[in-house]
C-alpha cells in the first residue's frame, strides 16, 4: 500500500460519491419515467447535455451559477413536456420499442442541434466563485464544489420524496407505477400524469448535467457515457426502482472512483463487471420487481 | 339511471359483446349472471370505458358515456370495482381509502370521508396504517368497495365480489350492498354466487356468449330453475 494511504482512500470514497449524486439525478428521472410510463428514454443523456448548454448560455447572457440552479430544469423540464406530449404520447399502446427508438433517433437530433448552436468543440465551464477551493473534511481537503453536488442531490432526493410520499399528485404516481387501470378507474387523467413524470424526470436530468459541467466541461457528447453508465445504475438497481437508482448511483460512483485510484485502465469497465456480477446473483437488481420486464 | 344500448365489442377481432342492452334504474340493484365468458365483465368494463373498441350507446344520468375516457365517467359519478388486482401493493390501507378521493371534487373533505368509512368498515379501521396487501383478500375486497364508494358515487359496479372470500365476510359484504341500496347508492353487480345474488337484487339479466338472453325481476329468477340450470351452473 505504499503511497495509498487511508486518508487518500477516504478522499476518494467522498470523490466517488460525488460522481454517484450525479448518477443518482440521472438514474432517478430514468426510473421515474421507465417505472410510470414504460418508456426507455434514451433521450436522457441528451436532456443532461442540453441542461449544461442552458446553463452555458445562461453564463453567456450575463446570468450566474444561482440562476442557472432554478432556471436549466425549468426550460429542460419544458422540452421533456413539449417532447412527451407531442412525440411520445402518439406512441403509447404500441409496445415500448416505438417510445424507445423515437428517443433513440431524438437524442441524436439534440445533439447535433447543439453541435450546430454552440460548436463541436468542448467549452469549459468555470466552477462558481463561491464554491472554488477546497475544505477540511478531517480525512483532508475536499473541493468544496463536490460536496456542495453532493448537497444538492440530497436536498432534490428530499424534495422527490416528500413530494412523493406526502402529496396527493404523489400518491397518484406510486399508485400508478403499479397498476394504471386502477388509477384510472378512480378518476384519474393517466396521460396527464405522464405528462408530468416526464417532465420532472428530464428537468432533474438537466440539473444533473448543469451539476455536472464545472466538474467534467461540457460537449455535445456528454449525455452518451452518462447514459450507458445510468443503464447499470437502473439495472444494478432494479427497473422502476427509486430508491435502487440512489443506492446503486452512489455504488456506481465509489466503484468508478475507487477502481480509477486502484486501476485506472479498469475504470470504464469495473461498473459493467458490477452490473453482471449483480445480474448473476439477482436478476431484478437490488430492488426491482422479479418479472416485470416479461 | 344507466341505459346501455345495443353495446358491442370486441377483443381485438373477437366481437365478445353482441347488441347488449341493459337498464338500470335509480336505486336498484341489477344482478348481471351467466357462465363464464359469458360476457359479464366485458359489459362492466365496456360501460367504465376500458375497452379500445366498443360501439352502441351507454346513458348514464342521461349522457351518453361512448367516447369518453374512463376518468370522466368517474367524475359524472360512475364506480367500478374490478375483480382482480384490486389493491395497489406498497400502499397503505389509509393511502388505498386517499386514492379513492384524489380525482373526486370531495378531496378536501378526506379526513372526515375516511373516518365515516372506517366507521362502515370496521376491519379497515383497525388496520388503517397497515400495508394493504398483508389483509386476507376478503379485507382487501372490503378495501376495494371501501375505496369506490368513499367518493360517494351514484352508480357502484362490482366484478365478482365475493370469488375467493370466506363464507362470513362474504355475508357481511352482501348486508353492507343492502345497507348502499338503503342510502340510495345504484348497484350493478356481476356474481358467481347466483342465489345470494338475486337474494338482494331487484332484478336480473342473464348473459350468454355475448349477448342478453333472459331477464327477469329477482324474485322470479330464483324460483326458474330451468333458467338457473341452463345458463348459470357451472
Redesign the interface.
Known sequence: MDGLSFDLIALQLFAGLALGAIYVLFAIGLSLIFGMLTVVNFAHGAFYMVGAYVGVYILMLGGNFWICLIAVPLAVGLIGLVVERFLIRPLYGRGMDYPLLLTFGLSYVMVELVRIAFGKTGIPFDTPDILQGAVDIGVGYFPLYRLFVIGAAAVVLLALWLFLERT?FG??I??GA??P??????????AQVWLIVFGIGTAIAGLAGLLAAPLQGVIPEMGGTILAEAFVVTVVGGMGSIGGAVLAGLLVGVVVSMTSLFAPEMGKVSIFALMAIVLIVRPQGFFGRAGLMS | MLRISQLNAWYSASHVLQDISIEVAKGEIVCLIGRNGAGKTTTLKSVMGLLDKTRGSVLFKGRELMGQPAHTRFALGLAYVPEERRIVQGLSVRENLRLGLVASPQKKREAELIDGIARIFPRLAERLDQEAVTMSGGEQQMLAIARAMISKPDLIMLDEPSEGIMPVLVDEMFELFRAMKAEGTTVLLVEQNVELALDIADRAYVLDQGTVVHQASARELLADSEIKERYCSV
Open positions: 396527493s400518491l397518484i406510486r399508485a403499479r397498476d387501470q386502477i388509477v384510472r378507474v378512480l378518476g384519474v387523467n393517466v
